[in-house]
């Protein structure tokens, strides 16, 4: 047996951290969108696991359990109590220490996989608390769609979208490192108006209305990662003034998004941001993060 695999980026509306646990992880309230940008992974029966790596710099080239991907494969083997093996080759084309949860999408896309490849027969809810283990964005990325997140991130709640929603991401510079991130704000302390209304955020993506949307959206990191990253901040004005109805930051940065009414709007200012910005990328909403094709 064959699976063909995308595993979907995503994209923060909504990130706002309510606390630190004494554990040291934080308590996050999010909503979160699966997009069309994926990795794409290709799986076969094997007798041994072994994870190749192609990204656009490099062919194939062998990826150690360092990768989320082969931690996850080798977690639900320890999970299931099985030992069978598969070969996994990994195109990555969604941007690394970027806020999107490639990493994370990758490793969803492998327990599923891997799920069916080897017969586990594991609920959506098992996975999930295996993909805990491996990273707190591995839950919602198993669920996909529109969700709002909360705890470490295992409280998925799927969430009605009203309409696809039209973006340019961009990364303006360098990755950025989460947890570097989050101890910055543990320092800093968040500004009460950079909160999101999670709640009015989440009525307006159910009636898929844009302007009520950016009004209520928010991300407390975002002014954290632009003191390590200036240049986020001059990407967003330029999603702006490409005609963006508003623009964010994802996650701990450093991609930034911009909102478009259409994909006619949307087209045009990715012509023109591309060139000053070779990376930018349109992309739209979707309702599921994992897409599994099964081949002979």
């Known amino acids: 047996m064959r699976l063909l695999v995308r595993a979907r980026a995503k994209i923060n509306?909504?990130?706002?951290?309510?606390?630190?646990?004494?554990?040291?992880?934080?308590?996050?309230?999010?909503?979160?969108?699966?997009?069309?940008?994926?990795?794409?992974?290709?799986?076969?029966?094997?007798?041994?696991?072994?994870?190749?790596?192609?990204?656009?710099?490099?062919?194939?080239?062998?990826?150690?359990?360092?990768?989320?991907?082969?931690?996850a494969a080798q977690t639900l083997q320890e999970a299931a109590g099985i030992r069978k093996g598969a070969e996994i080759r990994l195109h990555k084309y969604i941007p690394v220490c970027a806020g999107m949860g490639g990493g994370s999408s990758d490793a969803a896309g492998a327990l599923m996989a891997l799920n069916r490849?080897?017969?586990?027969?594991?609920?959506?809810?098992?996975?999930?608390?295996?993909?805990?283990?491996?990273?707190?964005?591995?839950?919602?990325?198993?669920?996909?769609?529109l969700c709002r997140v909360k705890g470490i991130g295992e409280q998925v709640m799927e969430r009605p979208m009203g309409r696809s929603i039209y973006l340019i991401t961009i990364q303006p510079g360098r990755g950025l490192s989460t947890k570097e991130v989050f101890e910055s704000l543990h320092t800093e302390g968040i500004n009460p108006a950079d909160r999101p209304d999670n709640e009015a955020a989440e009525q307006a993506l159910a009636e898929g209305h844009l302007r009520e949307l950016v009004s209520a959206m928010g991300n407390v990191l975002e002014p954290v990662s632009?003191?390590?990253?200036?240049?986020?901040?001059?990407a967003l004005k330029d999603l702006r003034e490409s005609g963006a109805i508003?623009?964010?930051?994802?996650?701990?940065?450093?991609?930034?998004?911009?909102?478009?009414?259409?994909?006619?709007?949307?087209?045009?200012?990715?012509?023109?941001?591309q060139k000053k910005y070779p990376n930018a990328r349109a992309m739209h909403t979707v309702d599921s993060g994992i897409e599994i094709t099964e081949e002979e």
């Open 246 to 273: 508003g623009a964010q930051m994802t996650g701990s940065g450093s991609v930034v998004f911009g909102i478009y009414p259409n994909a006619y709007r949307c087209r045009e200012a990715l012509e023109e941001l």
């Open 117 to 145: 490849l080897w017969n586990c027969r594991l609920s959506l809810e098992e996975l999930c608390r295996i993909g805990l283990k491996i990273g707190a964005d591995v839950p919602f990325c198993l669920h996909g769609g």
């Open 226 to 234: 632009v003191r390590k990253r200036p240049k986020i901040c001059e």
């Open 13 to 71: 509306w909504t990130l706002d951290v309510l606390g630190q646990r004494p554990d040291g992880y934080h308590e996050l309230d999010m909503l979160i969108s699966s997009v069309t940008l994926c990795d794409q992974m290709d799986i076969r029966e094997a007798e041994d696991l072994s994870l190749l790596l192609a990204s656009n710099r490099h062919s194939f080239i062998p990826a150690d359990d360092r990768n989320l991907v082969m931690r």
